[in-house]
């Protein structure tokens, strides 16, 4: 019976990578980059977001590439996947969606926006209510749109999965073996640190609003809600 399911299944050539920003998006592309050994692309029109592998932080060759081919691509919109499943044709993309915490992902992103004092020179409570309803409503659009892809060519990951020191590798085995690539698994404390290392961090900017930011989330969205509607 599981040979059937095995020989039954369809598994994509490349991918959508699809998370809502600061949700570890980064993390797993280095991991499906090291197992593929094919790059994966940035957000459209991002230029300055390069496959992982050409970061200064992959010198010592922790991932190694043998295919120009990508093997995934990076979305943080609706608009981004829609642009990518354009481009791809004929081609049936998979999907990977990677979700984390709403409370810590949305007041980690919107302090960034929420920090930026030519935008928003000053800060009301209308302004930050209206900021953090518009990224509740960007976070589970990606959610719903992962539920109506086709069931046969998506896996979701949790990014505290990833980083839990019990669940990461039985999280990264999972990956790998529904996209069909090594399930050899590689130094994951090098690849681990690979990603952290090239990918830029807010640090402690706006530690104050993002907890206020994160109350407010929690108060309309939790991770049991997010849950609930993945398996809607």
């Not at 050539?13 to 499906?32: D, E």
Request: net charge positive; proline share 3%.
């Amino acid at each position: 019976m599981q040979s059937n399911w095995r020989v039954n299944l369809f598994y994509p050539r490349s991918w959508h990578i699809v998370s809502y920003p600061r949700s570890g998006n980064h993390l797993v592309r280095a991991i499906i980059e090291a197992h593929s050994n094919r790059p994966t692309e940035g957000c459209v029109g991002a230029t300055r977001d390069k496959p992982i592998y050409k970061n200064a932080s992959n010198a010592s060759g922790v991932i190694e590439i043998k295919s120009s081919e990508p093997i995934g691509y990076k979305s943080h919109s609706l608009h981004e996947i829609h642009e990518r499943s354009r481009t791809a044709g004929d081609e049936e993309l998979g999907m990977v969606l990677i979700t984390r915490s709403p409370a810590a992902a949305i007041s980690s992103h919107v302090a960034r926006i929420l920090t930026n004092k030519r935008k928003y020179p000053w800060l009301t409570k209308r302004s930050k209510m209206r900021v953090v309803q518009d990224e509740i409503d960007k976070y589970l659009s990606l959610v719903f749109r992962y539920v109506a892809h086709s069931e046969n060519s998506k896996i979701h990951a949790r990014y505290e999965d990833l980083i839990s020191k019990e669940e990461r590798e039985h999280t990264v085995n999972s990956i790998t073996a529904r996209l069909a690539i090594s399930s050899e698994l590689q130094d994951l404390d090098a690849v681990f640190s690979l990603a952290k290392d090239s990918q830029r961090s807010i640090g402690n900017r706006g530690a104050e609003l993002k907890q206020e930011i994160a109350e407010r989330v929690q108060e309309r969205l939790s991770y049991d809600d997010v849950e609930r509607y993945l398996k809607e």
